[in-house]
């Protein structure tokens, strides 16, 4: 296990590095850090050598002047994977992670050889709950992010409106833009989802070679929920060909 900073599009970018062998990068959710993969996915390491940054303002990477954009978010994701990796990586993003994941998949599709989505959305409007700043946000939250933030606890109000900013005034992917990511992706949700099953539903149809995954009874944090389940799920369709069905219907044409 190694931790250490990077220079990202002028950023210092925080992030682990664990286990040996073809790289995963696994971004993790909005408004925490890579602990979102503690006892679950770090368990892939036993497979894959896994990079785990921290976007700007979250976990131990600090704030930069100027809003959060996906853009800017997956520019950095893309500078990241150039810069600790040789070749297309396997990307897995969780919550706003995933929706990082799939921005970044979709502006550069060169960088990315399969792609997991855990509860994630090309649409805020598939949301059923968004970020808020309107109530305060729970205590654990901030208490883990006053842990590690280089910014201090009182910083996490600037990063919570950000967020918040970021959601709301956002251009979002539409689903003939989700075209452009034509490697494998697995798209992954809860049953119980702050993501509707519709919209999971969308985006999988809008994907050209995805798969899906329905974890029976979970919720938005079905990674701590169903651990092993979810690790066992990623791990395979990250290491493995798909078996071929007996009776396509969707695939059929191919």
């Known amino acids: 296990m190694m931790a250490d900073y990077i220079d990202v599009n002028g950023v210092r970018t925080w992030y682990d590095e664990r ?10 959710g909005g408004l925490t850090d890579s602990r979102d993969f503690n006892g679950n996915l770090d368990a892939l390491a036993e497979r894959f050598r896994l990079l ?18 996906m853009e800017a978010f997956a520019d950095d994701t893309a ?18 992670g995933a929706i990082v ?17 855990i509860s994630g959305a ?4 598939g949301m059923i709950l968004r970020p808020s ?14 842990e590690v933030s280089p910014d201090g606890a009182d910083h996490f109000p600037v ?9 709301d005034a956002e251009a979002p992917l539409a689903p003939d833009d989700l075209a452009a990511v034509t490697c494998p992706v697995l798209v992954m949700a809860a049953d119980d989802d702050i993501v509707t099953l ?48 007996w009776m396509p219907i969707r695939r059929a044409a191919g």
């Open 19 to 28: 286990g040996a062998g073809d790289p995963l990068v696994l971004l993790h």
């Open 159 to 167: 990063v919570l409106e950000k967020v918040v900013r970021s959601v």
């Open 198 to 245: 519709e919209h999971t539903l969308r985006m999988y149809r809008a994907l050209p070679a995805a798969q899906l995954a329905v974890v029976p009874r979970t919720s938005h944090l079905l990674l701590h929920e169903r651990p092993e389940l979810c690790a066992r799920l990623v791990g395979d369709f990250l290491a493995e060909e798909p078996a071929p069905t």
């Open 52 to 69: 785990l940054p921290e976007r700007r303002g979250h976990g131990h990477t600090p704030d930069v002047p100027g809003p959060f954009a």
């Open 122 to 125: 090309f649409d805020p409007e």
């Open 133 to 146: 700043a309107d109530a305060p946000p729970p205590a654990q939250l901030v208490s883990a992010y006053a």
């Open 101 to 117: 994941a799939l921005w970044t998949a979709v502006r550069r599709p060169d960088l990315v050889e399969r792609l997991v989505l």
């Open 79 to 96: 500078a990241f994977i150039e810069k600790t990796a040789d070749g297309p990586v396997r990307l897995a993003g969780y919550s706003a």
